[in-house]
């Protein structure tokens, strides 16, 4: 079980709340944090504090991480793999172009 899962599962039972109203809710916050993050802003969340990206690291991060698909891409197992490789390098592409400028 993923751990947004248990959360969810989780928040419904301690809220009395339907499943499916608090993973709306859940999926709602994380969209909006992930949104926020991807225009270079930070988010607050009350109780846990502040997260921002760190550009200097991320870039590093995106260049490691294109290598080792570059790699993946060299002998891919199945025209599955093939396409996540592939929607992989464009999110990629798409990340670095909105927080790490040249």
């Known amino acids: 079980m993923l751990i ?12 009395s709340q339907p ?5 709306k809710v859940i999926n ?6 992930r949104d926020a993050f ?5 988010v607050e969340l009350s109780g846990f504090g502040t997260l921002h990206v760190n550009n200097k690291n991320l870039k590093n991060r995106i260049a490691k991480t294109e290598e080792k698909i570059e790699k993946l ?29 040249e």
């Open 73 to 101: 891409l060299l002998a891919p197992k199945n025209k599955k793999t093939l396409n996540t490789l592939e929607n992989a390098i464009q999110f990629l592409a798409v990340l670095k172009t909105k927080t790490c400028p």
């Open 19 to 23: 499943l499916d109203l608090v993973d």
């Open 4 to 15: 947004k899962d248990k959360l969810i599962e989780k928040a419904s039972k301690d809220t």
């Open 28 to 33: 709602w916050v994380t969209k909006d944090s």
């Open 38 to 42: 991807m225009k270079g802003n930070s």
